[in-house]
Nanobody, 122 residues
Framework: VQLQASGGGLVQAGGSLRLSCAPS????????MGWFRQAPGKEREFVAA????????YHANAVRGRFTLSRNNAENTVYLKMNSLKPEDTGVYYC????????????????WGQGTLVTVSS
């Protein structure tokens, strides 16, 4: 199974984007879908995660209050709505899925998407 991330692009500071992530097999089941990002010259970092039911959501401090997770069960798609974007949000955003109970570290995830580039201009 591969994850397909989309929705990145170029946006001005203060703008919004919505990222999507869907598995190549719609019937794929997981425990958590997470988003990570990697800024130029920096390590990849946790952004947010949502559980299968959509009842539990976790956000990194840097994005809390600006980024919102949601999921469409019928489409088995997770969305990351990013509002009030800042230049420091620039980076490649990756979605990942895990069938485990942990969701914060890269090593918790076995399935990864190819990444989508988000560029926020000042």
């Amino acid at each position: 199974v591969q994850l397909q991330a989309s929705g990145g692009g170029l946006v001005q500071a203060g703008g919004s984007l919505r990222l999507s992530c869907a598995p190549s097999e719609r019937a794929f089941i997981y425990d958590y879908m997470g988003w990570f990002r990697q800024a130029p010259g920096k390590e990849r970092e946790f952004v947010a995660a949502i559980n299968w039911r959509g009842s539990n959501k976790y956000h990194a401090n840097a994005v809390r209050g600006r980024f919102t997770l949601s999921r469409n069960n019928a489409e088995n798609t997770v969305y990351l709505k990013m509002n009030s974007l800042k230049p420091e949000d620039t980076g490649v955003y990756y979605c990942a899925a895990t069938r485990g109970t942990q969701y914060y570290s890269e090593s918790d995830y076995a399935f990864w998407g190819q990444g989508t580039l988000v560029t926020v201009s000042s």
